[in-house]
């Protein structure tokens, strides 16, 4: 039977944690977080290579799986509230 080597990966605050994983060919993300041992970590959604998929996407040899998950703030409500700022100061 052949297999896949992908890498799961997850980006906390407080560390980012990175597991490679071998897998039956066939395999879903979800089979791929489980064997990563981070299926558990609380997620918005995950992805391959920035690419939103659904837990049932069948992985491939090299793939890089990416767990989402939800921001405290949006990035671009941020740049607003600090050029707002900056134009309040002038």
Known sequence: MSTVAVEVVIAL???QTVRRVVLPE??????ALAASGLAREP???VGIY???????TIVRDGDRVEIYRRLLA????LRRLRAARKRSRS
């Open 26 to 31: 066939g395999s879903t993300v979800e089979d």
């Open 74 to 77: 949006d990035a671009k409500d």
């Open 13 to 15: 605050p407080e560390r």
């Open 50 to 56: 920035g690419k939103t998929v659904s837990a049932g």
């Open 43 to 45: 997620r918005e959604g």
